[in-house]
């Protein structure tokens, strides 16, 4: 069946003496003269929407905002590369719904007295344990943090060592998380504000701390990704034979996870819950529409993903859009163009 | 010596015993077809091999030059390399990899036995051009080439004409053949294709669990006739 499909996409190949097909380089330029046209004819927009954005960036928060997303998509279009060519796209989507659930049962810990524990307890234990949930109340990240890490180590053990599959493992984890959410949401506080930021992000979320958090980050995972180019390189294509030559795979599979973790719980919060994700899969599939070696992809994809997160940014700063929803439909634009730009140099 | 001696190894996973008290040697030079149905521990044999699983008991001893994490795997294709963004370039580098202790990155002479197997094998002039837009043959021969960057003395090819047309199976055994003979490389084939495998091939290993036979491939022949093949189902 695969290769009836396959012979029927092939194309006619070229009869010799036949004049070479030029008809991709043609389209190709043509596309890039429009665009061109486009940005000529809207300069006095663009240029508009620069100076706004200017201004915007004496604010504070949104320059936070800004360089929290720069390192956050930085990272999340290297590992981006790796999950997407290993078959583990969702796993971000899965642990941000994971991040989701823990966030609001950190929330939901805030409620929390001395007098709401079971009394059987002594009261210097009871007096700990509500002071440590009015904490963990008050700065969710930590707690967040720690769960999502112990589910996307748990996912992996899932997918390496049972008969699941993993991406219904990561179905199964991520809808019940999102499920535990709702739930204590609905017994505390309710839907509001605070859940909706969750969910679809806030450009307001940012703190300094979390900006120093993301250049940690974000300087830990270009670290390890540089000096363990040519191992993740091998690891990531043929998992096999880097065991074989004595590559320790799962080191590698469980430092990825990790590090998709920390990324996915320092962006959720700015890009929402619900479209995390984009940021790991986008750039790297655009990328992998036009480039075809595995250094090209990891550099545009890394391009590709600062580039949309500023123009995103800067598109939901000047129109007021949701920052997240913004972000995700620039991604969405350039994988449309990519495609386009792939189909017809094929 | 042996490049690799397996002694009386057996190998059980959760209570079964996958691979039962096995002994083969392999010499330099040597070119050993590994056959059985499936389920006859074949694959847990290769994973033995490469040092992946510990068996319960015997012995497995390396030599000759050989070490473990040197051998040339040449494992079965998986679906995700089929659209794998790569260059044939970044392949054969990738065989470099247990040459590199604990250094980070490729260095000159690993790139430069990448150049001379690439062009050993004859994919030198697809250096640049992408994994994915190969020919069957010739993905293969650029994942010999790889197996090769990591190994100087045993190859270990697992099924390696599976989904290959006649033609260009009888190709890849031709190359695998010349690595054998001219290049002097210990080969070692698990293989479904009897006789494409057997051609070349000096040594015979039956595994069923245990050892059916282990020999010539004269001796193979005269002990399993064709009509005995069959019989055995």
Redesign the interface.
Known sequence: MGELLQKALQRRPRRPGEKPRRGGAITLWALLILMLAWALFHLPDIGRAFTEFGAYLQYKFIRRALAVGLLVSLCASLLGVTLV???YSMIGDGLSHVGFGALTVAMALGFVTTDGLPAFLPAGVRAFAARLCGGIAKNPLPFTLVVVVLCAFMLLRISERSRMRGDSAIALISTSALAVGVIVTSMTSGMNVDVYNYMFGSILAMSSGDVWLSAGLSAVVLVLF??????I??VT??E????????KAGGYNLLIALLTALTVVVGMRMMGTLLISSLIIFPALSS?RV???????TISAALISVGCFFVGMMLSCVYSLPTGAGIVAVNLAVFVAFSAIGAVRE | MALMAMNDVTIAFEGTVAVDRVSFEVNPGDYLVIVGENGSGKSTLIRAM???VRPRSGRIAYGDGLV????G?L?QQ?A??R?????VE??V??????R?GTR???NKSDRQKAEANMALLDVLKYR?K?F??LSGGQQQRTLLA??LC?TDAML?LDEPVTGLDPAAAAELYDVIRDLNRKHGVAVVMVSHDLGGAMRDANKVLVMNRGMDFFGGVQDYRTKFAEGAVTARG
């Open positions: 060519l290993k078959r540089v000096l363990f180019y040519p191992r390189f091998a294509f043929d096999p034979f880097a065991r074989a030559t004595g590559v992998m480039f075809s070696r595995f250094k090209s992809v | 490469l040092g992946l473990k994490n040197r051998i795997y494992p998986t995700a390399q659209d794998f963004p790569a260059s970044e392949v580098l990738s065989g470099c990899v247990n590199m980070c990155f490729y640049k992408s994915r837009t790889r197996a990591a270990l």
